[in-house]
């Protein structure tokens, strides 16, 4: 159903030529260059037979595959049932949240396995690639989707491409930096991911700021049934984040640690988010944006530790406070952000991800500090934090110095990364919609007619017949 | 958006204090237990490293985490978005059926790793927990989301608290001496999950019971898209309930026998399901009803067998059986039990849990007075029922007279546990709300304008007032 | 909700007796059969612990179940959540999409446990199943599936049954065909699955073809709610498919690589889909038909050749091509080919199975030609394609010939099949609905009162616009 344009529409949203230019242009480029470099990883290749018998394997099963790729399906639905249901909230953007959520996220993957492998799996010229390296593209995308969150409704496809390129890029920089570099433990991602995707995503929307998004405010809500779907969202990535934060931990106990961290500090933070949800509201009432999102923040507020000794206990606590801050963030942070620091957040990031993020990255850099070779045991102790070569002399607190590091190289790449990426989206070339179009579908997808249709309607004589 | 309220309003449904301190409360109750009492066990904790070596295991793979994660996640979705979703079905209570689910659950695992940590998993002192602890903590849970399902629409969040909190200890004193005392093999819950929680609920709403409910009748229905998001809870249950089944099965042939009964029995269940529900209506439509919960009683009639040696077949004629016994209960049973016994079940838990899960008690203590050491082979047939210790003596009938017994101390825990719980629900203490007012979120949540709103809809004023 | 018949439905509609009938009698004999012939497999078996011992296994973990049963649960999910969720486009027909594959599904799954265990797991007159028989048995029904999605709308339950019953017949002989005689490898089933499913179900439709459907063309789109519905199930069937097409490849590298390939595939697909839903379309606009469905022919363009060698860069180049060939199927093939071949083809399973399906066989066949023992390496290359007994002086291009013969005798299957089940399908005494009440779930549904009901409507003149 075609609707009548407000007057004030004057921007070209057509993306006929644009979007599939770019689309095409870039699948090229990813076919050329998995070409020249990317190959099977030897537990993915033909020529494992023989070298299990070199390494003396006995059995299938020592396979990489079979302890990470139940974790990697469990991160797929994350980023893209998880990412793109939440985002479904808005009453009209539906298809714009789940559908450009899949757009970037397969763009986005592709360029992930080049950049990350580039700097951690390059092996004579080749980029050798196994699950993990699946998971952690993955990874990346779910720092894209993060930033995406922040501009949800406001940006053309081709801006989300661009932006996911330079993205990705950024992000496997940064990665770099803080593991190889600092050394530092980030298996959850509360730095890399969150801290990272979520400044990064608030930078971007501060430069894109729009003076006049009032237009748009009455689309801005959702209704009873796109708060449903981004329930949707909001339990799948619920559920399947102590998959997350496992996922690329190291076999064994640590992956089981990571899980049963993860899953207690979820629990907690549910509770306090509930608390807060209900004493924030001046009725009492619980409100659905609360629920969908801070009920989430005790999954990254313990993505750097979770592999560590934080114990279940530990959990609770980090979930319990996680909650309470997103919570506030929420009623009194976003409005903020807004009216005075021109930061238009649409789905809260700053809440989600932003503050859980930096919690996450200062609980980690405690907890390492905290180590100690009675709680990991000896042999344990020199695992959990890879204090071997170079590291070997490594103590817990200069390791917790680093990761503190960590959170400011972080925010830095953030910060900087998202002002000159921001200026770029910025050029008028990207086919963004005027301010009074944004959170709505139609602009760049057929729509169906309204759900109210003569179908099952009917009974309106004068309505016409189709659309 | 606020409506006017029905001038019989009377009851206090504001929670603004009220829920707030309850969470909080538990928070911090919890924080301090598990920090007295919780550790991770072995193959969680960072000295796994030198465990592994003491016990000569040689590869990461024996860590029980590898065993059982993949179940767990399953489980896991079940519990939030398979109960959540299946309870989205009417109207108006789509934010209280997943939003309470996930309330209820969130607070119900952390007490249930105490209680069930204390009777099964205590040692020197301190519980130690891993996966299996997780996976029966969202078991113990699912017999709080069974028993919700019975007073769904008729509760405020502080009863369902209450009850879960009340529920859980319950749960794990019946629990305990089903499989402690009795020495009872019941893997997929039919007595304690299934059993147990449905007779609890049907008791509670029982004492609960609500005269003037037809007030909001009118909201007690489902509408065109409630009814697919429910189909969304029906389907990940009925798809998961494999790895429910099989989750804490012994490794090896246990858990992958459980899960092949258990595919089969739902598989019958579906069709004879689908025939009643034809049969039994004037028309011979299929209902949604039906579809939505009938199908799912074949889980729970092999919940107790389905480890055992059930067979394939076996597992067809008990799925059929209680597809027909829960097709026809939501037929004639649950207004008969509305009318005459004034139990107002809200999801026709007694036909989807209560009745079927009878009838796995009663298979699994054929089954299990069945059994012989022919068809389990000499060693299968001690590891099959445990008959180790001081149980070595014990024969299969007596282990099914055994079995038998967990059934009556099931229904009997469920009722006087139900009654007094339900008591202490009825206190007018709690904020429930009236009568006219049931089924209905905008009591306890914020609730967005409607689907119709003026953005989509446009104020065709002459649009009939009803289709 | 009763609404007022057209005065042109003459046909019988009536399941009452029908339906319940042809499901009790075939719940029957599939319990006869299960009862003579089918057993739990040596791993699922209570002997396992003896068998064990003379395999001189060490560990639990060598039971297959631990092998495939994670992929099993993706596939399990793709099947009833991502076919059924994917065809509820439809704006009036969800209760019939989602309700009747679940139907199909659970009658075709014992079926072919049944079929295809005659074929493939038959010893000493039992068929013994395990983990493996459950995804082939699912594996099987999807292209029960495939075939139902060419039809949507426009059969009764009745017929689907009957259907099914055929299909997974010739399936299973079609398989048995493929893999046993001519020793052709197709783990993901572009043949077996996609190629004949789809083209199965091309001919039983046009067979049944219906002049006068325009008369239901009003029902025949979606609505903004129904297309949210249907990507929950595109979601699932992309992010699944990694499982789909590595669930039954042989242990360790093959099963690593067939999901490496099909994620790579997967991703382009998106891209190219997206270029060209944005080209064909005057205004540049997404179409969600295209998003919804031709996304997924990447995965099943690679189902033969993923567990080959095909190469990360080898299947980006096949999923961009396969992403561009769905799409413009969509926009001029499925016009064409109702227009003027009398196809009418509900869901365009010509443009995402048979296709791609058929691409997917070339690819196979190509890839298998090209294999050599300095890419596979020498065990390696024997283990890929199996060359061990009567097959050891198969070369890779005698087996590239095969491949393709597998494609031939595919699509004779599926005409010749598809022909003669069309014919039995014609039969007037299914019960199927006239022209004008197809896609329509009244003819076979309870269908609850509207989402516009006077509960939340009320039409409250007073009613401010916005909360």
Redesign the interface.
């Known amino acids: 159903m075609e609707r009548p344009r407000h007057q004030g529409m004057a921007k070209n949203t ?4 644009r ?3 770019v ?2 242009l ?2 090229v480029a ?2 050329v260059l ?2 020249v470099f ?3 990883g030897p ?8 070298e ?1 018998q070199e390494l003396n394997l006995t ?9 990470r ?3 990697f ?2 991160v ?2 994350m980023i ?2 998880g990412f ?2 939440l985002m ?1 909230f808005l ?2 953007y ?2 714009g949240a ?2 450009f959520n ?2 970037l996220a ?2 986005g ?2 360029w992930a ?1 080049l950049m990350q492998g580039w700097f951690h799996s390059f092996k004579n010229g080749k980029i050798l ?3 993990e390296n ?1 998971i952690n593209a993955d990874f990346c995308v779910g720092s894209v989707c993060i930033a995406f969150g922040a501009i949800l409704g406001k940006t053309s ?1 081709i801006q989300l491409l661009v932006m996911t390129l330079f993205q990705v890029t950024l992000f496997s920089v940064n990665e770099y930096i803080l593991l190889n570099l600092l050394h530092v433990k980030d298996a959850g991602g509360s730095m890399t991911i969150h801290t990272f995707g979520a400044y990064f995503g608030l930078t971007v929307t501060r430069i894109l700021y729009r003076p006049n998004l009032e237009q748009s405010k ?2 801005q ?5 796109s ?3 981004a ?2 969202g909001t ?2 990535l ?3 984040w ?2 997350f934060n496992s996922a690329i931990s190291e ?7 990571s ?2 961290n993860t ?2 500090s ?3 933070c ?3 988010t ?3 949800s ?2 924030l ?8 944006v609360h ?1 969908q999102n801070a ?1 989430l923040a005790g999954g990254v507020a313990v993505g750097t530790s979770a592999e560590m ?1 934080l ?3 530990g959990s ?2 980090v979930g ?1 406070i996680s909650g309470i801050v997103s919570t506030v963030g929420y009623v009194y942070f976003t409005p903020f952000l807004e009216s005075r620091l021109h930061i238009q957040d649409t789905c809260g990031i700053h809440n989600l991800h932003a503050m859980p993020g930096l919690i996450g990255g200062i609980v980690g850099a405690i907890t390492a500090a905290a180590a100690t070779e009675d ?7 020199i ?2 934090f890879d204090f071997t070569g170079v590291y070997h002399t490594r103590t817990p607190s200069v390791q917790g110095g680093f990761q503190a590091a960590g959170i400011v190289v972080s925010l830095l790449m953030a910060f900087v990364g998202g002002a000159i990426v921001g200026g770029i989206l910025k050029l008028p070339i990207w086919g963004d919609a005027a301010a009074e179009n944004c959170f709505e579908d139609e602009v ?17 004589p ?2 016409p ?2 659309p």
């Open positions: 057509y993306m006929r030529w979007l599939p230019l689309c095409l870039w699948e990813m076919i998995f070409g990317v190959r099977f537990e993915a290749d033909a020529h494992w037979e023989e299990k059995s299938d099963m020592e396979n990489d595959f079979y302890f790729y139940p974790s399906q469990d797929h639905v893209f049932v793109g249901f479904t009453k009209r539906g298809f789940v559908g899949f757009l397969a763009f993957i592709q396995l690639i196994g699950v699946l496809p009455d689309k809500g959702s209704v009873y049934h708060d449903l779907f329930m949707i339990l799948y619920w559920m399947y102590p998959s076999h064994g106990d640590a992956q089981h640690r899980a049963i899953y207690c979820l629990a907690a549910v509770l306090t509930m608390a807060f209900s004493m509201q001046k009725k009492g009432k619980l409100d659905m629920i009920t000794m114990t279940p206990y609770l606590i319990s709680v990991y045991g000896k042999e344990g102790f695992k959990a760049y997808w057929e729509v169906p007619e309204d759900e109210e249709s003569d179908v099952y309607h009917m009974h309106n004068d309505k017949a189709s």
